[in-house]
Structure formats: structure tokens, C-alpha cells
């Protein structure tokens, strides 16, 4: 070890633990796999600039440091979250002069979803005549996070989240390395230990080596077998994917309203739950029920507009956590009832007219004539008033739509 690297005990273990070649490299095989598209423009030296889109843990960074050292070019890592205009100039000026010996450069920009359209102007003209290879790295969709022109100059590839097995594969090659990882401390996971790490870990490595590490350290130089309740402590609580601000929101949303429209209350309350736990705003979870409530059940059980607002009202007015209770109320009832979309399709057809035929004058005999003059001009004339003459046929649509049906209700619709 070199008097100016850091002590490897001050280093991260999954800092420690990252892959340094495509073979140690676990997950994405789609991506990187044997004779995958990306995989042979790194072994042939021609590594396309890119964007990586994929949830936290997931191998972002440790595949950009593979791509530099696989095309043997100067890797520069900044954040977006810190890095500025200036930061950018500075490397595009090293990665001009390294250029120039015949030397190439790898910016890595971590969360390049926070660069503004400044900042990634700055960098486009040095992506595009090949100064810099680009590696961007997010956890949101780039189709609005990253502007069109930048994105039109890289490939997007997207990561999913690791599966229990390639979590497990990792936690265990952590434990037994002796160079890199645990495997001095002669540590060992008992088996419901390992279940409990790898199923908390949510497809999140670097969260499972986070919490290894943190287990393992209240036994260092003991040979030990690490116990769940451990592991539990360590971990604390599931690594969240949820971001209420990004893509899991939106996804989870829909997952949700589409569980309720298809009447499956089992995977509405558990997308509710989804929400909840990982700290959306009830009030919103709120006012998608309202809006359900009149699209997709409607007519067929106008209840469930008066739950979804009472739902609403109570969660206001209780607050959290016991919100959940008047918001799985509302859920599984809305899921549970029969379903209509008659009020949407009545009034989005009568819309249409609206737009695309000649708006007629309202009908003289549908107007009120408060005074002597519209009554002399014959508003309100053959007007039956219906509570009345309830009998008696009117027409109540303007001339040239007459006739027109806007609401047809579905046979399970019923009016209680």
C-alpha cells in the first residue's frame, strides 16, 4: 500500500468489494453479458458515451470505472450534486491536453439528473467531438431529466434492480475475499441471517454491504456467525426504491389506480402500503381515490364518491399514521365495487360536440325571461315545467344535436 492511499479499514467495504472487470461484475447481464452489444463496444475499445438509468446499488459507478479501465482512459468522477460549470471547464481543459498525447478521457458525472440545461450544455460540445467520453449516471428518467440534445449524442441503458441470488452472490464473495473483504475475520452468516440481508437489501448491493459491514464490526477478529437479529439491527429497515418525486411515484400510482379498476384489492392495498411506507403524501394518495371514485366507479355505486371524500376529510383531519385506516377503507372499497366509466365517456363525448360542432344558441324555450322584453322575444315560451307535466316530450339539446346520446350506462350500473 502506497504512503498516500487511505488505510483499507477507512475505506467502505462496498467500496472495497467493487468489481474491477466485467467478469467479477454481477447483474445486468442484458446489458453486459457475454456477446451483449455493450460488452463487445468494451472489449473492442470503442465504448459509446451514456447514460446509465437504474435504481441505487445497482453497479452505475462501478461499470463506468470498468469502462475507463478497460479502454485505459483517465477516469474523472463528479457529482452533480456539487460540481458546477467550472468544474466541467477544468476537466474538458485535462481531458484537451491529455488528448493530445494520445490520451483518453472518461467523465463520469454521478446524479446527472440535478445538472441544469446549463450545465449540460457545457458539456455537449466536448461529448460531441469526442474530448470526453460521457458516462451519466441517474436514478430518474432521463427522457426528462436529461435535455434531448445530450441524450441525442449517448446511449441510454437501463439497470434493473439485482435479484436476491445476485445480492447473495455478492454478500457471500464479500465474506470469504480475504484481500478486499471480510474473509479475515472469519465471519459467517446464518442462514435466516442471509435470507434477512439479502431480502432487506431490495436489489440494493451496496445497502447490503453497508449493513454486512456494520453487523461485522462488533465482532472484528472473532470468528462469529452473524445472527438476524444482527442483521435486523444493522439494517435498521428495508432499502427504500420509493422516491416520492421521481419515477417510483408516478409508476406506483398507476400500479395502484390500475389495481382498483381491475377490482384486485389484495395488490391495491399492498400498492397502497407501497406508498405509504416509503413516505408519499396521503392528501395525494387522497385525491386520486376522489377522481377513481367518479371514473371507474361512477354510476355503478355512487357511494364510493362519498367514501373517497370522507377518506379524504379524515386523513386531514387525523393525520399520520392513523391515516392509513380511512385510506385502505376507501381503497378496498373502491376496488371492491362494481365498476362504471360512464360519467368519463358521457361527458368527454359531449366535449367533443362541443369542440367540433357549431355552438348553437341555447333554445328560446330554455331560457328564463325575467323581463317583459325576452318574454315579448319569446324566451321561455313552450316551456313545460317537468315536476308538472312530466309527460309531455321536450328537447332540451340545441337543434343540430338533437337526438345526440352522450350517456349509455353499462348493464352493472346501478343508482343507490
Known amino acids: 500500500m502506497s504512503l498516500f492511499e487511505p488505510p483499507r479499514s477507512s475505506v467502505p467495504l462496498a467500496a472495497r468489494m467493487r468489481p474491477r472487470t466485467l467478469d467479477e461484475f454481477v447483474g445486468q447481464q442484458e446489458i453486459v453479458g457475454p456477446d451483449r452489444p455493450l460488452r463487445r463496444a468494451i472489449e473492442r475499445d470503442a465504448a459509446p458515451s451514456m447514460i446509465l438509468w437504474g435504481p441505487p446499488g445497482t453497479g452505475k459507478t462501478t461499470l463506468a470505472e470498468i469502462v475507463a479501465a478497460a479502454t485505459k482512459s483517465e477516469f474523472t468522477h463528479l457529482s452533480a450534486v456539487s460540481a458546477g460549470v467550472a468544474d466541467l471547464r477544468r476537466v474538458v481543459a485535462q481531458a484537451q491536453g491529455l488528448r493530445r498525447l494520445g490520451k483518453r478521457s472518461v467523465l463520469f458525472i454521478d446524479e446527472i439528473h440535478r445538472f441544469n440545461k446549463a450545465q449540460q450544455d457545457a458539456i455537449l460540445p466536448y461529448v460531441e467531438d469526442g474530448t470526453v467520453t460521457l458516462i451519466g449516471a441517474t436514478t430518474e428518467n432521463p427522457s ?37 473483504g471480510l474473509g479475515e475475520q472469519n465471519l459467517t452468516l446464518d442462514d435466516d441471517a442471509r435470507a434477512a440481508l439479502v431480502g432487506l437489501s431490495n436489489g440494493d448491493a451496496r445497502a447490503a454491504l453497508n449493513a454486512l459491514e456494520f453487523a461485522a464490526a ?58 405509504i411506507e416509503g413516505g408519499e403524501d396521503p392528501l395525494f394518495i387522497a385525491r386520486r381515490l376522489v377522481i377513481l371514485a367518479s371514473e371507474d366507479v361512477g354510476l355503478a355505486d355512487s357511494r364510493g364518491i362519498a367514501v373517497a371524500v370522507a377518506a379524504q376529510q379524515a386523513v386531514h383531519f387525523v393525520g399520520m399514521p392513523e391515516g392509513f385506516y380511512p385510506l385502505a377503507h376507501a381503497t378496498l372499497y373502491l376496488a371492491t365495487a362494481p365498476k362504471s366509466n360512464s360519467v368519463g365517456g358521457a361527458y368527454a363525448a359531449a366535449l367533443q360536440d362541443v369542440r367540433d360542432s357549431r355552438n348553437e344558441p341555447v333554445p328560446l324555450h330554455l331560457r328564463n325571461a ?5 318574454r315579448d322575444l319569446g324566451y321561455g315560451r313552450e316551456y313545460h315545467y317537468s315536476h308538472d307535466d312530466y309527460a309531455v316530450q321536450q328537447t332540451f339539446l340545441p337543434e343540430n344535436l338533437i337526438g345526440r346520446v352522450y350517456f349509455e350506462p353499462p348493464k352493472n350500473e346501478r343508482r343507490e
Open 370 to 374: 325575467p323581463t317583459g322584453l325576452m
Open 218 to 275: 462488533s465482532h472484528m477478529g472473532t470468528p462469529h456467525a452473524i445472527a438476524r437479529a444482527e442483521i435486523l439491527e444493522a439494517m435498521q429497515r428495508r432499502a427504500s426504491t420509493y422516491d416520492k418525486g421521481g419515477d417510483a411515484h408516478y409508476d406506483t400510482i398507476s400500479a395502484f389506480i390500475k389495481s382498483i379498476r381491475g377490482s384486485d384489492p389484495d395488490a391495491s392495498v399492498y400498492w397502497l402500503a407501497r406508498m
Open 144 to 180: 426528462f431529466e436529461v435535455n434531448s440534445a445530450l441524450l441525442s449524442r449517448a446511449r441510454v441503458f437501463v439497470l434493473s434492480s439485482l435479484s436476491d441470488e445476485q445480492v447473495g452472490t455478492i454478500v457471500d464473495r464479500a465474506l470469504s475475499d480475504r484481500e478486499r
